[in-house]
């Protein structure tokens, strides 16, 4: 009888030891989704963020919801958990999957030339499929010198326009982001296999996964399209609008769309195995956007999370809103945004003058801006026009928008001038002194 005690006894601490495990795991769940949505309601609630969000921590969805400025279920600008919305760059991340499972199968090796491919490709022999994965080619970030519709163009027009670039570093030798390389890479996926881009894809992941609100903005998968974000951006007068149509300057090959939903769905069949060259601090990611549009997914295999979000505006902070979501899954804690209001330093003209200069921001498709020093303020300029005044935060720190969190700061180079990093939309970009 005693025996049948003890085991009675065993049974009923295993019992409260497993209700305590789920409890303590509830408790973080809880935790978490009440973190996370508070740090987005309050940045919705400053204008800073339309859009949907999905996190995941292991299997454990966290959160998933749509968040919207304004409440007007008419709106263009208003979204809902299954709305569709453009991917941008997070295309690059599936083509290259892509490129892996196509070499898995000896469709293709990263290590051959791009001349393989496209045999009279300029310099198309120094330049290997790895080379444009990785962003190493030396092609240029957009095409250059050309105007017209690219939204009309065929892949093959694409691709005849793409020979028309000349490097801008020797391939291999240099990273540098790079659309122009990415359009050969969708090129030769539809290649491969008879087809096009976006068909495999949707055969190959797709269809597959059960991804039934993804396809291409111009493919046959358009039809898919039910409850689609077109993108929003702000006008000069800070007034939003709505991009109710597809610019004429833009690419049809890798111009996709899906959920988060079926985003959360592709993130879940990532692993180590596979896809362990695509790894990079324990994460598989890809942000993507454009002119009202912003994107971002990551697989976290060191903290095991999963993020997705999606917007369809493009006024926000992007790169902080990445590192603070990273942060809440890995319970690390994060300031909640809030409204500021930036004060104004008095700085010596022998400063000022200094910053005055003109900047190439290369990975920005070589944008170039002009510093001017005029009735002792500094004047920002781009194309010729006056993009406002920079005023001082401190001695190496400006803003032009004393609300905003956007600054313009000027950092010591190797050649005892400066060069600059200036905040736009969210993501910095380095702008590079020129004579």
């Known amino acids: 009888m005693r025996g049948l005690y003890v085991i009675i006894l065993i049974v009923l601490l295993n019992f409260n030891s497993s209700v305590y495990s789920k409890t303590a795991v509830q408790s973080e769940i809880d935790s978490l989704t009440s973190i996370s949505d508070t740090y987005l309601s309050k940045l919705t609630e400053l204008k800073e963020f339309n859009g949907v969000v999905l996190l995941k921590k292991g299997d454990e969805v966290i959160l998933k919801k749509a968040y919207n400025i304004s409440e007007d279920t008419t709106s263009t ?3 809902q958990e299954n709305s569709q919305f453009d991917l941008r760059s997070v295309a690059k991340l599936f083509a290259r999957i892509s490129i892996l499972k196509l070499e898995t ?13 496209l045999p009279d490709f300029p310099n ?47 391939p291999g030798t240099k990273e540098q982001y790079s659309n122009v390389g990415f359009q050969l890479l969708y090129y030769i996926i539809g ?35 039910k409850n689609y974000a077109f993108g929003h951006y702000l006008d000069e007068d800070k007034n939003i609008v709505c991009e109710c149509s597809f610019p004429q300057d833009e690419m049809r090959m890798g111009n996709l769309y899906s959920t988060v939903d079926d985003l959360a769905q592709f993130l879940s069949q990532l692993n180590l195995q596979d896809h362990q060259d695509l790894l990079h601090n324990g994460s598989i990611s890809h942000a993507g956007g454009t002119r009202g549009k912003r994107a971002y997914i990551e697989r976290n295999f060191d903290d095991d999370y999963s993020i997705v979000f999606l917007t369809n505006y493009d006024a926000i902070p992007f790169e902080q809103l ?11 804690p994060v300031n909640m945004p809030e409204a500021i209001e930036r004060k104004v330093t008095n700085l010596p003209v022998s400063i000022l003058k200094k910053y005055e200069g003109t900047y190439d921001l290369v ?29 001082p935060e401190n001695e190496t720190t400006f803003f032009a928008d004393k609300n905003s ?27 590079v002194r020129i004579k």
Do not use: C
Request: hydrophobic residues 30%; without cysteine.
């Open 77 to 79: 600008l208003f979204v």
């Open 105 to 117: 199968e000896q469709k293709i090796d990263r290590k051959n030339n791009l001349s393989q491919y």
């Open 124 to 170: 198309g022999d120094q330049i290997r499929i790895e080379h444009l994965t990785n962003n190493t080619s030396g092609l240029p970030r957009e095409f250059s010198g050309t105007t017209g519709d690219f939204i009309e163009l065929e892949p093959d027009e694409i691709v005849e326009l793409a020979k028309k670039e000349k490097l801008e570093f020797s």
């Open 191 to 225: 290649k491969l296999n008879g087809s096009t881009f976006y068909t495999y894809l949707d055969s190959n992941f797709f269809s597959p996964l059960g991804m039934t609100s993804s396809g291409s903005n111009f493919g046959t998968e358009a039809n898919r399209k």
């Open 322 to 332: 990445v590192n603070d979501l990273q942060a809440i899954l890995k319970n690390e």
């Open 363 to 391: 990975d920005e498709g070589h944008l170039i801006l002009t510093i001017k020093l005029e009735e002792d303020n500094l004047q920002l300029y781009q194309n010729g026009k006056n993009n406002g005044t920079l005023y």
């Open 405 to 431: 969190k956007e600054s313009v700061e000027f950092v010591p180079n190797e050649n005892g001038a400066y060069d600059m990093l200036i905040d736009f939309q969210g993501v910095q970009w380095k702008g």
